[in-house]
């Protein structure tokens, strides 16, 4: 099931970059943009390994179409660790990380509903709407990783939030280009 949606997302990716008037520029050429001008440290080779796992074999793509990609990027992942946030709830038999994950799936609830947001506004070309949703997004996973040092129980999200605060920072970093 993951696997068809993850190939009809990245049709219709490969659609909207094909098909959108708007400046073009290369893979590698905007994640080393986006990594000069975010402190948050985003990971170049992460970026372009990302990006390119879904566009290999174009040289060219516009903005904002590799913006929506990023941002469903981001969206994909945070739905995934939202399904494991609710498996560990119903398996955990600590409070601390009940208390931990259950924060987190307020968090990551938060960040889908966010990420939704700045999909449409991607879409509608509503570029300080997605900023905006975004920025809001950016904070979940440090959130979440926060909560389980404040109970002191042990993470079983540390690399699923790593993961999602990379993408959403590529999100942000290409939605700011547009």
């Not at 909207?16 to 905007?30: D, R």
């Not at 981001?74 to 955990?92: D, F, G």
Request: hydrophobic share 40%; with cysteine.
């Amino acid at each position: 099931m993951m696997k068809r949606q993850a190939t009809a997302f990245a049709l219709a990716a490969l659609l909207l970059l094909l098909l959108s008037p708007v400046a073009h520029a290369s893979v590698e050429s905007i994640c080393k943009t986006i990594t000069k001008k975010d402190p948050t440290g985003i990971v170049y080779h992460f970026c372009v390994k990302t990006l390119k796992s879904i566009i290999p074999e174009i040289d060219a793509v516009n903005v904002r179409g590799l913006a929506f990609i990023a941002t469903k990027l981001s969206s994909i992942q945070a739905t995934h660790v939202t399904e494991k946030i609710k498996e560990l709830l119903k398996s955990s038999q600590d409070n601390a990380e009940k208390e931990s994950l259950s924060t987190c799936n307020k968090e990551y609830s938060n960040l889908i509903d966010n990420l939704d947001s700045a999909l449409s506004a991607i879409k509608e070309s509503r570029k300080d709407d997605a900023v905006k949703n975004l920025t809001s997004s950016a904070d979940a996973p440090r959130d979440c990783e926060k909560a389980f040092k404040d109970t002191g129980a042990m993470s079983p999200l540390e690399v699923e939030d790593g993961v999602q605060r990379f993408l959403s920072a590529i999100a942000l970093g290409i939605t700011k280009l547009i």
